[in-house]
């Protein structure tokens, strides 16, 4: 019996050509090396301002770098924190007290009401999800007097209260939230249920894991906001007290000095720059990591 061969398929393998020249590619990185320039230009320029004389500040035509660098800004900076009423570690403690606690509770919370919004089903769902994307169109300022009026019955007007409460009901991050969950598979859940998981032990092992980019967006944008609330007529009605202040605040009082503190204002402004800048990239790393680890687009 002749033996019958046995011929394996061929496997064809498929190669993606890309039709652009060497041109072509050069082209689009100096495009895309412009635009990341002109986005890290005012950054730098303000990490540059930080060591300028006086003189070199206010020069026209403005100069990108220092000709003659120096710390004289950060000496004057403290020196004059040293004549301050309230020390300058009071004003970064209550910037970190206040940018943590709004953060933190603004994750958890924005969290919490996600889930049932877009993983469970209720009377009033579609509503309510309405109701959310409707709140995105109003700013912080249409909502003043409404919020001074709660805050004035809740008795937490000039406390720290008064900083945090409006950043725990942001509704960007809810927003945020309930997209990223509603791509978390239902099958994940459902063989939860089936284990005999509740839907709280659901929420924090199972679906917060797979929204990690999203709390991470959050966390960034949260972070960012509270931490840069400057001492505007708006939060002026709201905290009055120099005790519980920001750094934020007491930027804007240093640079209302005059031109004698416009060297002392850019030393701050880079002090006050540094921590989100610092989250951002940290968070950014981990964004991508888990997108690609996870498959999420």
């Given amino acids: 019996m002749a033996r019958e061969k046995i011929q394996k398929p061929k496997k064809h393998l498929i190669h993606l050509r890309v039709n652009r020249s060497l041109g072509g590619n050069i ?3 100096s495009i895309v090396f412009l635009f990341a320039a002109f986005m890290v230009l005012p950054l730098l320029y303000a990490v540059f301002s930080a060591f300028k004389p006086l003189d070199e500040i206010y020069i026209f035509p403005p100069r990108f770098f220092p000709k003659r660098p120096t710390r004289d800004n950060f000496v004057q ?3 004059l924190a040293d004549s301050f009423w ?3 570690s009071k004003y970064i403690f209550n910037s970190v007290f206040v940018s943590v ?3 933190v509770g603004h994750l958890l919370l924005s969290s ?3 889930y049932p919004l877009a993983k469970l089903h209720f009377a009033g769902k579609k509503t ?4 959310v994307k409707l709140s995105l169109l109003f700013t912080s300022a249409a909502m003043l ?7 004035a019955e809740l008795n937490i007007v000039n406390t720290y209260w008064a900083y945090i409460l409006p950043a725990l009901q942001s509704a960007l991050g809810l927003y945020l939230m309930i997209n990223f969950m509603s791509m978390v598979p239902e099958s ?4 939860a249920r089936i284990d005999g998981a509740g839907e709280w032990r659901i929420w924090w092992s199972i679906v917060m894991p797979n929204i990690k980019p999203a709390w991470l967006t959050v966390m960034v944008f949260t972070f960012q906001s509270v931490w840069n609330t400057t001492g505007t007529t708006q939060m002026s009605t709201l905290v009055y007290d120099e005790k519980i202040k920001m750094v934020s605040s007491l930027l804007s009082q240093v640079v209302a000095g005059g031109t004698a503190r416009a060297g002392a204002g850019a030393a701050l402004g880079l002090l006050l720059m540094l921590p989100p800048v610092l989250i951002f990239l940290f968070s950014q790393s981990k964004i991508i990591e888990t997108m690609s680890a996870s498959g999420m687009k």
């Fill in 77 to 79: 900076l403290k020196l």
């Fill in 188 to 191: 994940m859940l459902e063989a």
């Fill in 86 to 88: 309230i020390p300058l």
């Fill in 128 to 131: 309510l999800n309405s109701v």
């Fill in 27 to 29: 082209a689009i990185f």
């Fill in 112 to 114: 919490m009401a996600a």
């Fill in 101 to 103: 606690v709004a953060t």
């Fill in 145 to 151: 007097i409404p919020q001074y009026i709660v805050m």
